[in-house]
């Protein structure tokens, strides 16, 4: 069974750093590409970055391009994503997903992250 | 303003049949399959199709089909349970982004 476990979430200040980490199980988590998305509270799913399955590549949305860096750790399935200068518009649930062709297709439960004073 | 564009809400009666549309261009829905996802708050998305492709799990009642730049879901035969927000998405390659369309709330009348 494929499961997708984020860790990491909490409150941070403004101006802070979190890091997420997501654990991978069930598959050849190396042969996939995987993605983060959030969702803010009362808002739509939102796209935060992609990296390739080997972690050459990647990729960022705009409202968080320069501030945030996916990486993953092939042998030991893992999957994370630094968060810095984090502001209250970065109050979200995250998400990691796996990526299956052009669309995510493995969930996993979400991390809270609450950015306030 | 999302890349990709849903209906905000859809209603059916129990048994009905309700299409769910996703509307794109050329590089996003007319270039990659999409996804769908069914997600019932507080939860995390659940994903209910992939292209054509029904998941392993998904009642055989949805559907997914597209047309040029617009994907759609059907779902045949409107149950309680399906009372949900629908999200669809795909990758666009000249953004190098995935993206989302805002949701369609579907009710069950």
């Known amino acids: 069974e494929v499961q997708l476990v984020e860790s990491g979430g909490g409150v941070a200040q403004p101006g802070g750093s979190l890091r997420l980490s997501c654990e991978a199980s069930?598959?050849?988590?190396?042969?996939?590409?995987m993605i983060w998305v959030r969702q803010s509270p009362g808002k739509g799913l939102e796209w935060v970055a992609w990296?390739?399955?080997?972690?050459?590549?990647?990729s960022y949305g705009d409202s968080v391009k320069g501030r945030f860096i996916i990486s993953r750790d092939n042998a030991r399935k893992s999957l994370s994503l630094q968060m810095n200068t984090l502001t209250a518009a970065d109050t979200a649930v995250y998400y990691c997903?796996?990526?299956?062709?052009?669309?995510?297709?493995?969930w996993g439960q979400g991390a809270l992250v609450i950015v306030s004073s | 303003q999302s890349a990709l564009t849903q209906e905000a809400s859809v209603s059916g009666t129990v048994g009905q049949k309700v299409t769910l549309s996703c509307i794109g261009d050329?590089?996003?829905?007319?270039?990659?399959?999409v996804g769908w996802y069914q997600q019932i708050s507080p939860g995390a998305p659940k994903t209910v199709m992939l292209?054509?492709s029904l998941p392993s799990g998904i009642p055989d009642r949805f559907s997914g089909t597209k047309s040029g730049t617009t994907a759609s879901l059907t779902i045949s035969g409107l149950q309680p349970e399906d009372e949900a927000t629908y999200y669809c998405?795909?990758?666009?390659?000249?953004?190098?982004?995935?993206?989302f369309g805002g949701g369609t709330k579907v009710t069950v009348l």
């Open positions: 998405s795909t990758w666009d390659f000249s953004l190098r982004a995935h993206v």
């Open positions: 292209g054509t």
């Open positions: 069930g598959f050849l988590f190396s042969s996939f590409e």
């Open positions: 997903a796996r990526r299956f062709g052009s669309t995510p297709d493995q």
């Open positions: 990296i390739s399955s080997s972690g050459g590549d990647m």
């Open positions: 050329s590089n996003n829905i007319g270039s990659y399959d």
